[in-house]
């Protein structure tokens, strides 16, 4: 089979000029919050011990909140990783005897531990704090089950996940997220409504917190933070929810007022300021391979004409070699590490063996070209990033020719 990719790129061109719209449009809000916070260089400079004073690091997260137009932001190096932040978030809100609800299904898979599937002694189960879920129906929230849910039931945290995780449902609009919120909040204004934003910043126009969301969360070695963040990850939300974060994170009676930022200022703005195009190229690279791989006759969601909501693209093979060589593919495409064989093992966090793809600057970092999926069935690969769409097409093409 002969892949004719400018014949694709021609199909594809409509959908392509979608996207270059959303990237103008989230580029303007970018721009407009560092104008209206008086982003300067003496912002990139740095501290360290307590991080008394940092004006940069107290602009950044000024920054988000003026983007995701929210009362506060806690935006920190000191985050390992989505999943700290989400942790973070979690046991920062509930306390022993609250009952956190999922209304997407099971979360991913390293949340597991923390919520206390596997009776983790430091998970919220290990704490006394109560967990349930609602899953969706035909990739939608399951209204009605909710409704009864919340009327019979005291509810401290509703969690959304946006991102399809190692699932195989879609990912969540922003309309749907917007909907839900309205139902909840209509039967109770004190539940208070968290959403995992991870892979799905800037993909559309606006974010969980502007449609009602109390509280948001996401990476910054993901969307936001452009390929050039190298760790780091951010809250934005209500501000007596980002106080109880930030205490979290770091003690009670010091909250956003320390943590030093050891020269992250300059990457966190940068990255955030390439951001919007980042995340147009990873779509485009995404929509580039639903294409190509559903004319090769592979199952993928969302297919290249459906919405996105984030930066991932489900390919489900039901076959184990041919997953494994498709991601040996995308990591021969890679910048770094082209020339190592990813093998499937066991990692922090997952059950399943994974094999993953990821030949980046920034270890794990998604947001670059990046494959992996769990060793089961039906051997699905997710694939996401691609920090331009030239380095993105590239790599895919390098997959495509291993599963051929």
């Not at 983790?120 to 399951?142: A, C, E, R, T, W």
């Not at 749907?176 to 909840?184: A, C, F, K, M, N």
């Not at 995404?286 to 489900?314: C, F, K, Q, T």
């Not at 082209?338 to 966090?349: K, T, Y």
Request: hydrophobic share 40%; glycine share 8%.
């Amino acid at each position: 089979m002969n892949i004719n990719i400018k014949e694709a790129e021609n199909k594809l061109k409509d959908v392509f000029s979608n996207i270059d719209d959303v990237c103008f449009y989230n580029s303007q809000k970018v721009i407009e919050a560092f104008w209206k916070e008086n982003i300067s260089e003496t912002d990139f400079n740095s501290t360290t011990g307590y991080g008394y004073g940092d004006i940069g690091r107290d602009k950044i997260e000024k920054v988000y909140s003026n983007i995701f137009e929210t009362e506060a932001a806690l935006v920190r190096n000191q985050f390992i990783s989505g999943t700290h932040a989400l942790s973070t978030a979690f046991f920062a809100l509930l306390r022993p005897g609250d009952l956190l609800l999922s209304i997407t299904g099971k979360p991913y898979d390293t949340l597991d531990s923390i919520i206390g599937f596997n009776d983790n002694p430091s998970s919220l189960k290990s704490f006394g704090i109560k967990y349930d879920q609602i899953d969706l129906v035909d990739n939608h929230f399951d209204y009605d089950a909710i409704s009864n849910y919340l009327k019979n039931n005291r509810v401290k945290v509703i969690e959304i996940q946006r991102s399809i995780g190692y699932s195989t449902r879609s990912s969540i609009g922003i309309e749907d997220i917007e909907e839900v919120i309205r139902l909840v909040k209509g039967i109770d204004k004190n539940i208070i409504v968290m959403v995992d934003n991870c892979y799905c910043e800037f993909v559309g126009k606006l974010e969980p917190t502007q449609v009602g969301a109390d509280i948001s969360v996401g990476s910054l070695i993901k969307n936001l933070g452009g390929g050039i963040a190298s760790n780091g990850a951010y809250i934005v939300g209500r501000k007596d929810l980002i106080n109880l974060c930030s205490e979290r994170l770091n003690v009670a009676g010091e909250a956003s007022e320390v943590g030093p930022s050891l020269g992250a200022n300059k990457m966190f703005l940068q990255g955030l300021y390439m951001a919007p195009s980042v995340v147009a190229s990873a779509l485009k690279t995404s929509v580039l391979a639903a294409y190509l791989l559903e004319d090769m006759g592979y199952n993928v969601s969302p297919r290249w004409n459906e919405d996105r909501h984030d930066i991932v693209l489900a390919i489900t093979f039901n076959d184990k070699e041919k997953l494994i060589k498709f991601v040996e593919g995308i990591q021969s495409g890679s910048a770094i590490d082209a020339n190592v064989l990813p093998v499937p093992s066991s990692m922090p966090g997952y059950d399943d063996e994974i094999i993953m793809a990821s030949g980046s600057f920034t270890q794990g970092s998604s947001i670059e070209i990046s494959c992996d999926g769990p060793l089961r069935k039906p051997y699905i690969a997710y694939l996401q990033g691609g920090l331009t769409y030239e380095y993105g097409k590239i790599a895919l093409m390098k997959a495509l020719e291993k599963i051929m």
